[in-house]
């Protein structure tokens, strides 16, 4: 028996004590337990808990701790110059090892440094000042880093320009006088704190002088390759009556300028309120880096982060007289004439003004057309151009434009040209003529701007004038359309999912009602039939673009390599992995020009390196004969046509040579030639509707890929190329219908027609395997010797792949007759199962 009892603890309270039976006993014990346990487990918890709060609070406090007294601090940095008075200048201020640079450049560091202590933000975390050079006047050179903290780094947006320059000139107003020192004017920028360097630095610090006689260097490692992290400063001087010419005969630097470029400067600071222009990836010889300075100094800065090695650059630079960089503009009396922006195709120098005074006979006027307009420059808006600019008749213009043109209102016409102090440009180069108002265009169309073109070409809806004024006041014919805006169109363009109105007036009431889906072959079908992973629509374009359809297969999907079917549009090479397997990034090396490139019938000369996958077709003796594309280092892709026809010699290998590489069908420089080892044409080729007309040649020694050879990307069956999409053709073919083979590669910009209208405009002869591109209106076109060269097109991945081959066109460049090419997408089994490709 158990007794329970109370007695009178020290607190004045009692505990009871209580005798228990055998039962209460038992039931004492499950009680007692349930107790225990239930105090081990909150015990547990506790523990746990504790545990937890240590590893996510404190744990973490301590990491991040550790974290911050290990992140280096955040840099911002601040350069500019000091113009100063009371000291004269001597040549020993540019040697950075005097005794004259080192105490005037101590003095002034300790300055700028007194007078960043007033600011209570700037005095706590400036860290150093560093003077890095002096020019004649007298300028001072500096640059001025600020360290913060990364537990601060909210506070970063307060270092700022005006801020920094405004302690620096409050503070120096009322002491501009320091001993014989006075300093009339500073300035200062934002600056890249990668580009501070030390004029005492040792490694990639060079001081070099300009002379009449061209001097060169190179970066670091050059031709193999410069290193990584790399922070390397050119400071060049002149004699006080000279300016710098520089010119890149070699660039190749990584291809994004967040992390790889050089930066040219037009002062001794990298300072950029005195950029001249800052530069990346790989220019072409046909293209070099030309700039010059505004004056006797410039400094090149070359900063590289990345593992990834190029070449680098080469470098020549040469004094010139300022005169040549100051001196433009003049009188022009003559008929007609050209006059450029200074040093074109050089870019223009900073800081320069020029005017050019147009003057003809009375009664006669001036019409100017710029064929070269290029004067971009960063953050500035075309529409007002505050900081370089043409300037006509009240008028500004910069940026760039392919077809500026402007007449004048009298017999004089003044051209003004403007660059401030940063950032210059290719220019411009202008032709100019007279001619007589009363009869502007003989047998032509006068545009507003005063260019002439066609007759033919007035209102058949196409912006020939540039400025449309070809296409007002028209009055619209039997087989046009009048648009909404008054605008006149062909008729064949309404309904043709191409906005050729500008208000889609011309697309309207073509599609189904606002609740339906319009299939890809046009049938409507309810909304609802959108993306709900059943094909509802015969060629499944409801289920395209569907993320939450993976499994559905359409015409429009893409199939991996493992038969999974993608529903997105384009997915290949586009640089995301869709498929399981990722094989829709495999093969991906194509479809890339190396070379950074600046700006056929109706067309343009193309640059080297511009069009790397072309390829020039040489029959026996005949020369040039037929086009081609590289889609791998040993096969071409090109037309059947060229080979099977009524000789049997057009379809043996050995007669045949291929060029790659080539631009100039008389220079060899770089070209690969090689004899083809096997000829494919496609078995269903009919020599009469030029229906799959399409051949392969596989060469007998592999091509060595390089700046101007790589091979182009071909698309997946389920690629599309949307009608209106602006595609680029190219070739050595005739310039005109029945004219000459051109000796320079051609390129020109066409854009793909609708099927429908190209089955009308082609009276029915388009197959499936066949696509028009180009300009109902005519003008540009593929001509005689293009045959079996590319249609490319560049997509938003950064890649160009092949839409098509040239193939067939009812003469060259005719009205209403767009060239007809063979349509890869629908070929592209073939080409794999014939070459793996």
């Not at 158990?2 to 009178?8: L, T």
């Not at 300055?111 to 560093?130: A, Q, R």
């Not at 869709?578 to 090396?589: K, L, Q, W």
Request: glycine share 8%; net charge negative; hydrophobic share 30%.
């Amino acid at each position: 028996m158990s007794a329970r009892y109370e007695f009178e603890a020290n607190n004045g309270r009692q505990e009871r004590i209580d005798f228990l039976t055998n039962k209460e006993k038992a039931s004492a014990k499950r009680k007692t337990g349930i107790i225990v346990g239930v105090v081990l487990g909150c015990l547990v918890l506790v523990a746990v808990a504790a545990f937890l709060i240590w590893w996510f609070a404190v744990k973490d406090a301590d990491s991040s701790s550790t974290l911050s007294r290990h992140s280096s601090p955040s840099p911002q940095l601040f350069s500019g110059h000091m113009k100063l008075t009371g000291v004269p200048y001597a040549q020993k201020l540019e040697d950075t090892e005097s005794k004259e640079f080192k105490t005037l450049a101590k003095k002034l560091q300790a300055i700028l440094g007194e007078n960043y202590k007033k600011d209570p933000l700037l005095g706590e975390h400036h860290t150093k000042t560093v003077v890095t050079a002096f020019s004649e006047g007298v300028i001072a050179y500096y640059w001025s880093q600020f360290d913060i903290p990364p537990e601060e780094e909210e506070i970063v947006p307060e270092f700022s320009e005006e801020r920094v320059l405004d302690a620096l000139e409050s503070n120096l107003n009322g002491q501009r006088s320091t001993g014989p020192i006075k300093i009339t004017e500073i300035t200062t920028s934002v600056t890249d704190h990668r580009m501070a360097r030390n004029p005492t630095a040792t490694e990639c610090f060079f001081r070099l002088e300009a002379e009449e006689k061209v001097k060169s260097f190179s970066s670091p490692g050059y031709p193999k390759g410069y290193p990584p992290k790399s922070r390397c400063q050119w400071q060049i001087r002149a004699s006080e009556n000279k300016a710098i010419s520089i010119t890149f005969p070699f660039f190749h630097i990584e291809d994004d300028c967040s992390d790889d470029f050089v930066f040219i400067y037009d002062s001794l600071s990298p300072d950029e309120t005195q950029a001249i222009t800052k530069q990346c990836g790989q220019r072409p010889p046909s293209n070099p880096l030309q700039v010059a300075s505004s004056g006797n100094i410039m400094l090149i800065n070359l900063i590289t982060d990345t593992a990834v090695q190029r070449p680098g650059f080469q470098a020549e630079y040469r004094a010139i007289p300022k005169s040549q960089v100051k001196t433009c503009g003049g009188v022009l009396t003559e008929k007609q004439g050209v006059f450029t922006s200074p040093l074109h195709p050089s870019f223009y120098p900073p800081a320069v003004d020029c005017k050019w005074t147009i003057k003809v006979s009375a009664g006669i006027k001036v019409r100017v057309k710029f064929t070269i307009f290029r004067m971009k420059e960063p953050e500035v808006d075309p529409r007002v151009c505050h900081k370089d600019y043409v300037e006509i008749m009240g008028n500004k213009y910069c940026g760039e434009s392919s077809s500026l043109a402007v007449t004048s209102s009298s017999n004089v016409l003044e051209v003004l040209f403007h660059s401030d102090e940063s950032f210059t440009d290719k220019g411009f180069s202008a032709e100019y003529v007279a001619y007589d108002p009363k009869n502007p265009c003989p047998d032509q169309l006068t545009c507003a701007s005063g260019i002439c073109i066609g007759k033919e070409l007035k209102c058949d809806g196409w912006n020939d004038c540039g400025d449309m004024s070809d296409e007002r006041d028209c009055h619209c014919g039997k087989d046009q359309f009048t648009c909404g805006n008054t605008l006149c169109k062909p008729k064949l363009w309404v309904c043709d999912s191409v906005n050729d109105c500008g208000d889609w007036s011309d697309e309207k009431s073509c599609s189904c009602e606002e609740n339906e889906f319009r299939c890809g072959d046009g049938e409507c079908m309810p909304q609802d039939v959108v993306c709900d992973s059943k094909k509802d629509c015969m060629d499944g374009s409801d289920e395209a673009s569907c993320k939450s359809s993976p499994g559905v297969c359409s015409d429009f999907s893409y199939k991996c390599k493992n038969s999974a079917c993608i529903s997105k549009l384009n997915a290949e090479c586009d640089r995301v992995k869709d498929c399981p397997d990722n094989s829709d990034e495999d093969h991906c090396d194509c479809g890339t020009r190396p070379y950074k490139l600046n700006r056929i019938v109706g067309g343009q000369n193309a640059e080297m390196g511009e069009w790397p996958w072309q390829v020039s077709l040489h029959f026996q003796n005949y020369g040039h004969t037929c086009g081609a594309s590289i889609i791998s280092n040993k096969w071409l892709l090109t037309a059947a046509h060229c080979f099977v026809t009524r000789d049997p010699a057009n379809h043996m290998a050995s007669n045949w040579l291929t060029y790659s590489g080539m631009q100039d069908q008389f220079k060899q420089d770089g070209v690969q030639r090689r004899n083809v080892k096997k000829i494919i044409s496609h078995p269903d080729y009919n020599q009469m509707t030029f229906d799959y007309d399409i051949a392969l040649l596989e060469l007998n020694e592999p091509l060595e890929f390089t700046n101007t050879l790589q091979p182009i990307c071909l698309p997946s069956s389920s690629h599309i190329f949307p009608a209106g999409m602006s595609c680029v053709v190219t070739g050595w073919g005739t310039l005109r219908e029945g004219g000459q083979k051109a000796q320079l590669l051609q390129k020109a910009t066409v854009k793909i027609i609708n099927d429908t209208v190209c089955n009308v405009v082609t009276e029915g002869q388009v197959t499936s395997r066949m696509l028009c591109c180009g300009f109902l209106a005519g003008g540009v076109d593929a001509c005689q010797g293009d045959s079996g060269g590319p249609l490319v097109c560049f997509e938003e991945s950064g890649k160009w792949f092949q839409a098509g081959i040239v193939s067939w066109g009812e003469g060259c460049a005719r009205r209403n007759k767009p060239g007809v090419y063979s349509r890869v997408t629908k070929l592209r089994q073939w080409i794999k199962k014939e070459t793996g490709v």
